[in-house]
């Protein structure tokens, strides 16, 4: 079996320097906000090329932070997709303010800009561009939208660890970048985390209060703040695995060109890159017809598959409120339909990338 993801193979190379870490850290007898949190903050925001991060306890945290923080709540509205993860919204929803979705482009499956600007109302305090399965959204287009109208712009960043525009890392275009550490994720923890990035002081400042209960140096709470905080344990391991994140991005780069290379001229759309952009290749998702029949056929090959995602968030019992019915993202929903994520991680043989391409080649013959 070729998993679509596989924790343990790039466990096993690390597995070393992973333990002495945990060790480090038990050993020291500081297990919430202590120096490897301190440290992984510092080095995280070197690599993304911004002036100040905070670790949270997990990618939605850090949208919800970074929304509190720029004083988001109830009679706003945030823009953002319906063709991203639940969290994105749930999010937006969790600071009381109301999530206005809006349509995809056809070629990226990212934020349309021109949607985004038809969205826009006398509510809107900001736009959530999401840089979905590592690629880059259209970020100068956003930036230049939100400048005219005043609105924050808070980049969902939870799959684009490493991806960049015109050599500028995703998370520094906006106001506040937001990232998760999930497991699967390009730079991932064995465990939950999260973690907001920005150039702002005083937004840094405000972002540190709300993870700890809005509490000051003197744990007087000055914000309704709430408690999420990046545990000593995961960011040790995350200060290992960040040492070796532009090597793994760069074996994911490879099995990306290979999938193209061996799946050009086959009855699908294969994902494309933009023009100066450099995608982090978190998934490698394909569109096709009768995806339930490919998938089964890749089953029975022995082939990992998955479908991020099946269902658009507008079309989720739990956000009928936001009145999207049927057909008002005509382009999200059909992309829903078509989606299909291939296995992508570092560790992937090339042996394995062309027998996913043979199967599935094989499976769409007949189509």
């Known amino acids: 079996m070729i998993p679509v993801f596989d924790y343990l193979r790039g466990h096993a190379r690390i597995r070393e320097e992973v333990e002495t870490a945990i060790g480090r850290v038990l050993a020291s007898g500081k297990l919430i906000l202590g120096p490897e949190g301190e440290a992984l903050e ?17 990618g939605t945290d850090a949208l919800v932070v970074a929304l509190r923080a720029l004083g988001i709540g109830p009679g706003d509205e945030a823009i953002t997709v319906g063709h991203t993860a639940a969290a994105t919204v749930q999010a937006i929803g969790e600071v009381g303010a109301a999530p206005r979705l809006v349509d995809v482009d056809d ?3 990212l934020i349309d800009p021109q949607h985004a600007a038809a969205a826009i109302g006398p509510r809107t305090r900001a736009i959530v561009p999401v840089h979905l399965y590592g690629h880059p959204a259209a970020m100068p287009a956003i930036l230049a939208l939100a400048s005219r109208h005043g609105l924050a712009v808070v980049e969902d960043c939870a799959q684009a660890h490493g991806a960049r525009i015109a050599r500028r890392h995703v998370g520094s275009f906006g106001t506040i970048g937001c990232f998760s550490f999930y497991p699967t994720k390009n730079l991932g923890a064995y465990g939950d985390g999260g973690m907001c990035v920005t150039d702002d002081p005083m937004l840094a400042e405000r972002m540190r209060r709300l993870r700890f209960h809005g509490f000051d140096a003197a744990r007087v709470a000055q914000l309704a703040g709430i408690n999420s905080r990046l545990d000593e344990v ?112 570092p560790e992937l043989e090339p042996g394995e990338v062309e027998a996913v391409c043979r199967a599935l080649r094989g499976a769409l013959d007949p189509i």
């Open 234 to 345: 995961q960011a040790a391991v995350l200060r290992v695995k960040l040492r070796h994140l532009d090597g793994w991005l760069a074996a994911r780069r490879a099995h990306a060109r290979h999938y193209l290379e061996e799946l050009e001229g086959a009855p699908l759309r294969l994902p494309p890159t933009a023009a100066g952009t450099e995608p982090a290749w978190h998934l490698f998702v394909v569109r096709l017809e009768q995806r339930a029949r490919i998938i089964e056929s890749l089953t029975r090959a022995g082939i990992g598959c998955a479908v991020h995602y099946p269902q658009p968030v507008h079309r989720m019992p739990a956000y009928d409120r936001l009145g999207c019915g049927p057909g008002s993202l005509p382009v999200t929903e059909r992309a829903a339909r078509e989606v299909l994520s291939l296995p992508m991680f």
């Open 42 to 58: 510092a080095e995280f925001a070197r690599y993304v090329g911004v002036d100040f991060a905070v670790g949270v306890g997990s």
């Open 107 to 109: 070629r990226s499956l």
